[in-house]
């Protein structure tokens, strides 16, 4: 007598959708636009709110109100709450719930970086299922090189999350280093951002996220890509997280001459000028730059 | 009649000390040993702790008992804490209390980087006097320019605490993109790793730190400081963070080979070799490294 065929395993089950699979589904439903959540000490005393952990509470609890239904994805920025200690990390793990609830993509803006060995405490900490700061993907800083995030990339696709390299960033004092030659073994050389760009690039082809990838870039609107090596053309199934537009300077009526052939899959940072717009003004503000967005790229 | 002379303002106090003159007093006093805290989940497991946030609070509690007294310097990795979000840092403020208490200095390791508005948010976290989060240094990345991180550095120095930047980082990842060329103005080219070295060192020199500067570098022992364009004789007045002895494969008694006139204000980290001795022999591990580290400068 045969023994039955065993039942499926545990690990037969379908895989959980990618983050690449999940922030395509949010960019067709809702468009580009990303609410930074920075509550900086100025803006807490426009909004009246007292500069304190039950501050950027309150800030980032309005903001995620304000967002949902107007706009998809919130980035919550991580300095403004650890500035209160253990006590602005309860504000954010409660933050983060509402946004969870609300059924918003979230991206931990913390830019952390360090060695792989202490890279897997920072990805338990923002990818681990069981962890209150968990989060759909955030941004890592490659300073100790691309291969230092290894493990984080694999924890991060693991539970279906995602993370943003910083590449070229939108701030001027980046641009030195950023454009510093790194040397290939075929004697050319590259720029430091493009070795970043075209091993994120790599990563999402390798894994087979030919659609849209896991793994995105930070690049800058203020930046000047083509002169920094970066050619936005190679860049139409990989995340972008775009800073800089607003009060650092780019226009968003300019997504498309910036990014090019990739505008589509951008994230149009935007914090200060739906903040500034108050508690009972943001939602309206969120509202029509989400149109803004959807509207360039239309 | 004339007027008294006005009593001095409370501005003409004498200044607090700088944190390379009290890093100065630390080194002469107790050696170049910077005991690491980074409670690992398979230390815990080591030490028969929980993986919690109770787990790595005990941990670091003990790890401050047995550096008290034996060494003169601890530093917290800061990802090992946050892996348990506000918990966590609720953990590492109990820690970081009881190191003061302890009378040591704090190195907090979080290699923190971003925009500058943003990095004000970390500095107010890491260095504020209110802050229960304050330390004597913070580890910094200059990922985003030297530039970004000014305003961090201003507000360590006007409380007496100190940074250090990460300029050629231990891990063999790290290279490639530390020893791409920064373009100088007159044609020639420096690594970045050594235009962060120069910017670090010139900016000690500016704010008129000729005995030790409150602004520090990491530079891993196991990096080949020459060949990165890192001249370690410039470097006798600032303050060096060394990671990649024991596991990382550098020796304590190499410290006068890597770091030349330099090595006399090397903080030697260690943190596996010390933690591993586990919790009842730890106070003697630490004992022996800070013995080790003092007779090779002897």
């Known amino acids: 007598m045969t023994a039955a065929p065993a039942a499926p395993a545990a690990s037969a089950a379908p895989a959980a959708p990618s983050f690449g699979e999940r922030l395509e589904a949010v960019l067709a439903a809702s468009g580009g636009l990303c609410v930074g959540i920075d509550p900086h000490p100025w803006l807490l005393d426009a909004w009246g709110l007292p500069t304190s952990a039950s501050g950027v509470r309150d800030m980032g609890l309005r ?15 991580v300095a403004f709450f650890e500035r209160w200690g253990s006590a602005g990390f309860a504000a954010l793990e409660d933050v983060l719930a509402a946004a969870r609830d609300a059924d918003l993509l979230v991206v931990g803006d913390a830019k952390r970086g360090d060695v792989g060995s202490t890279m897997d405490g920072y990805a338990d900490a923002w990818f681990a299922p069981d962890s209150p700061l ?21 924890r991060a696709r693991e539970v279906g999350a995602g993370v943003f390299v910083l590449a070229a960033t939108s701030n001027p004092e980046a ?29 999402d082809q390798a894994a087979g996220e030919t659609r849209l990838g896991s793994v995105g870039l930070v690049l800058g609107a203020t930046v000047d890509l083509a002169s920094s090596g970066i050619d936005v053309a190679t860049l139409t199934s990989v995340p972008v997280l775009a800073p800089g537009f607003g009060h650092q300077g780019a226009r968003v009526s300019d997504l498309r001459a910036i990014y090019g052939p990739a505008a589509g899959t951008v994230l149009v940072s935007t914090s200060r000028a739906v903040l500034s717009a108050g508690p009972t ?4 503000a969120v509202r029509d730059a989400a149109e803004e967005v959807r509207s360039c790229l239309a």
């Open 175 to 203: 641009r030195a280093g950023q454009t510093a030659r790194v040397a290939d073994a075929d004697g050319t050389s590259r720029t430091l951002a493009a070795s970043i760009v075209d091993q994120v690039r790599d990563d």
């Open 63 to 77: 903001a995620v109100e304000a967002t949902a239904g107007a706009a998809g994805i919130v980035k919550p920025q």
């Open 281 to 284: 003004g943001m939602a309206g």
């Open 134 to 154: 968990r989060v759909d993907a955030l941004t890592v800083s490659p300073w100790l090189g691309f291969g230092s995030l290894r493990g984080t990339i694999d």
